[in-house]
């Protein structure tokens, strides 16, 4: 039987109408889970236990892409280029989170915004706007293709994330304003930007638990070493 991994849906508002009100999820994260050999079931926000109940169905969680994180989760106030917020992606975050953390066995694999929330959920801070925070940012909101890495990081000797890739630095793509400040407690930083934005984070006492502010799923088809993340993911959950 292909490993269940139970994947994180965005909610959107949407306009005035009938169907505004939709939860989703982009379609590259479920082809990459699909061909490292996972079978998706969706997990949408809705009652606390049902969320838990969805998520003891499931061999690993892949925590995806979305908004910002509401900053008061961490203890902060909004930054003045804040950007948009999803109380109930927040919430869902919150509840399958807060459950996959106790349990290390459980692989999970955040992007993106999923680095973010793992860290929060976990007990760290975010910096709200890299641009004006960060000294000599480099642009983390590139214009050119998805597939496309835009700058290099650098990954840790010894960290899961170099091993899975098989090289000490890599080219990735980049669509955030939001980063790791703070690095929750059990979790260490594995990956930098050249300008010292956290790319990465791991946490040693897991299964498998990874975070990573690019989106390896939009360069997979093109890149072998970005694959070799889901692969070693979906692997993790059988």
């Known amino acids: 039987m292909k490993p269940r991994i139970g994947v994180l849906c965005n909610h959107t508002e949407g306009d005035s109408g ?4 939709r939860q989703l999820v982009n379609q590259p994260f479920l082809d990459r889970i699909a061909e490292a050999g996972g ?3 969706l997990i949408h926000d809705c009652a606390d236990e049902e969320i838990v109940t969805l998520l003891e169905l ?11 994180v509401d900053p008061r989760a961490y203890g902060r106030r909004p930054h003045a280029k804040f950007g948009s917020v999803s109380p109930r992606r927040d919430h869902l975050d919150r509840v399958a989170l807060r459950h996959a953390l106790e349990r ?3 692989p999970v694999l955040g992007i993106c915004r999923g680095i973010q929330a793992i860290n929060v959920v976990a007990g760290g801070t975010l910096l709200q706007d890299v641009g004006s925070e960060v000294t000599g940012a ?17 990954l840790a000797e010894g960290s899961l994330l170099r091993e899975i890739v098989g090289a000490p630095r890599v080219s990735v793509n ?3 304003h939001q980063a790791v400040d703070d690095c929750a407690p059990g979790f260490e930083v594995v ?12 946490r040693p006492e897991a299964r498998f638990c990874l975070g990573l502010q690019f989106h390896p799923e939009i360069m ?14 979906v692997d993790a959950c059988r």
């Open 58 to 68: 499931c061999d690993g969680l892949l925590v995806t892409g979305g908004p910002d």
């Open 220 to 233: 997979a088809h093109r890149d072998a070493a970005m694959m070799r993340i889901f692969t070693a993911f």
């Open 191 to 202: 990956a930098h930007a050249g300008d010292g934005v956290v790319e990465a984070i791991e």
């Open 104 to 106: 290390p066995d459980l």
């Open 174 to 176: 980049s669509y955030h």
């Open 138 to 154: 480099l642009k983390h909101s590139q214009s050119a293709p998805g597939w496309y890495g835009t700058h290099d990081i650098d």
């Open 18 to 21: 009938a169907f505004a009100e």
């Open 39 to 41: 079978a998706c079931l």
